[in-house]
């Protein structure tokens, strides 16, 4: 569904949170941001408003309770990927769909694949306390252990998400 893939648009009366701006700009040095927050505390907004400012493109993925499907997860972020960097081979990422029930084999070539990617790389992943599928949070924090220091994930969630971050926070990539 192509309007998942899409940076909501901002809202002409959006309040201009700059140090929170500057906080999303760090996150640039790290592999992973989290923003955490209750619903209507405008996570969407300010990473849409931050994602429009940056001069790097952004894979944008906004996640529904459909996407604990691997596949389908997988297959979004993979979508929004291509249109974000048209270096971005999709078809050798998503070969691996079909075969590979844990997800390892397509993360592996996903990670390979990002590393052709010559400018720094953006995912944001929306409303990811939608994700509650074991084998996708594996999956990430398996990506997360082998991600290049050119590409940096956003997640935004109402609840912090369930994925062992402490190897993570422990070098700072957190």
Same mark, same amino acid.
């Given at each position: ?9 901002l ?11 500057? =906080?999303?700009?760090? %996150?640039?040095?790290h ?8 619903? %209507? ?7 849409? +408003? @931050?994602?429009?400012?940056?001069r790097?493109?952004?894979? @944008?993925?906004?996640?529904?309770? =459909?996407?604990n499907? *691997?596949?389908? #997860? @997988? %297959? ?13 081979? +999709?078809?050798?990422? *998503? ?13 592996a ?11 720094? %790389?953006?995912?944001? @992943?929306?409303d #990811? ?5 074991p084998?996708?949070? +594996?999956?990430i ?21 369930k ?12």
């Open positions: 569904i192509s309007t998942k893939l899409h940076i909501p648009q809202r002409s009366t959006t309040v201009e949170r700059e140090r929170l701006i500057r =906080r999303l700009d760090e %996150g640039l040095d592999k992973l941001t989290l923003i955490t927050a209750p619903a %209507g505390y405008g996570k969407t907004t300010l990473l849409s +408003e @931050w994602a429009m400012k940056l790097q493109s952004v894979a @944008w993925i906004s996640l529904d309770q =459909r996407d499907d *691997l596949a389908r #997860f @997988w %297959g979004h972020t993979v979508a929004a990927l291509k249109q974000a960097y048209l270096e971005f081979d +999709e078809q050798a990422v *998503l070969r691996h769909i079909a075969e590979d029930t844990t997800g390892g084999s397509l993360i070539a996903l990670v390979n694949n990002l590393n052709s990617i010559s400018q720094t %790389g953006v995912v944001i @992943w929306d #990811f306390h939608m994700i509650l599928d084998v996708i949070q +594996e999956g924090v398996y990506l997360l252990e082998r991600l290049l220091s050119h590409v940096h994930l956003y997640i935004s969630s109402r609840t912090p998400p994925l062992s971050l402490s190897r993570l926070r422990a070098r700072n990539e957190l």
